[in-house]
């Protein structure tokens, strides 16, 4: 079955400064990988998705997240944070494994504060 | 477009009542969702519909949940009877066809309280 964790349930950054956001996941097959954004009481909203076209993949809001077969890992970047990024991110992660593939397993999230 | 809509957006009830919760996807999706969000278990998918059919509800966590979908516009997520350790954000949520490259449009969620 797959996993996700993402490393850091909680990353403060400064206004300006990058923004990394980790995500590690297993999976037995090659995964569709997704990073979504939640914000205060509202749902998720997809940022990006790795289908395997690409291993950088860009996203709304200047997002981009890596896709590394070696590290088995997804994790999401920004070069320089604004306010509205505040936020709780979530990795996803899926594979095309028969019964399961319509199935997300989603990581835990990661809460992004932005300082001015 | 209208997204995912949900109602009621809250929902206060005590114990031993039954809860409805209420999910009308995108039109035109052909999968249909329910998670449940607490902050001790992150993000569970409970059940999910093709078609309106349900397709695996191995994630529904008891016999006092269910899920229906009557037709491709409208489906609910019923609690009966409810208990305070179902209190938790209740999101629909829809894809298109061809799964794996269509992303999941959520809904805002219904905030449930059981008291």
């Known amino acids: 079955a797959q996993s996700v964790t993402q490393l850091g349930s909680h990353v403060s950054v400064s206004e300006g400064a990058l923004v990394l956001l980790r995500c590690n996941y297993s999976?037995?097959?090659?995964?569709?990988l997704f990073w979504y954004v939640q914000y205060p009481n509202q749902g998720l909203q997809l940022l990006l998705k790795?289908?395997?076209?690409?291993?950088l993949v860009k996203g709304i809001n200047g997002f981009e997240a890596e896709f590394k077969k070696s590290e088995t890992s997804f994790h999401l970047t920004k070069p320089s944070a604004h306010m509205s990024d505040a936020a709780e991110y979530f990795c996803?992660?899926?594979?095309?494994?028969?019964?399961?593939?319509?199935?997300?397993?989603f990581g835990k999230g990661t809460l992004l504060t932005v300082n001015p | 477009d209208a997204g995912v809509i949900q109602s009621p957006r809250h929902e206060v009830t005590e114990m031993g009542q039954e809860v409805t919760l209420r999910c009308k996807p995108i039109?035109?999706?052909?999968?249909l969702f329910w998670y449940r969000q607490t902050m001790m278990r992150g993000l569970e998918l409970l059940i999910y519909?093709?078609?309106?059919?349900?397709?695996?509800d191995s994630g529904m966590p008891e016999d006092r949940f269910s899920a229906k979908m009557p037709n491709a516009s409208f489906s609910t997520l019923k609690i009966q009877p409810s208990e305070p350790r179902d209190s938790a954000v209740y999101f629909c949520?829809?894809?298109?066809?061809?799964?794996?490259?269509?992303?999941?449009?959520f809904g805002d969620g219904t905030r449930l309280s059981i008291l």
């Open positions: 999976s037995s097959v090659p995964p569709y």
């Open positions: 949520a829809s894809s298109l066809a061809g799964w794996g490259f269509q992303p999941q449009h």
């Open positions: 790795y289908t395997s076209a690409a291993t």
């Open positions: 996803a992660v899926s594979d095309d494994s028969g019964g399961s593939n319509y199935k997300l397993t």
């Open positions: 519909f093709n078609n309106n059919v349900p397709i695996d």
């Open positions: 039109s035109g999706h052909d999968y």
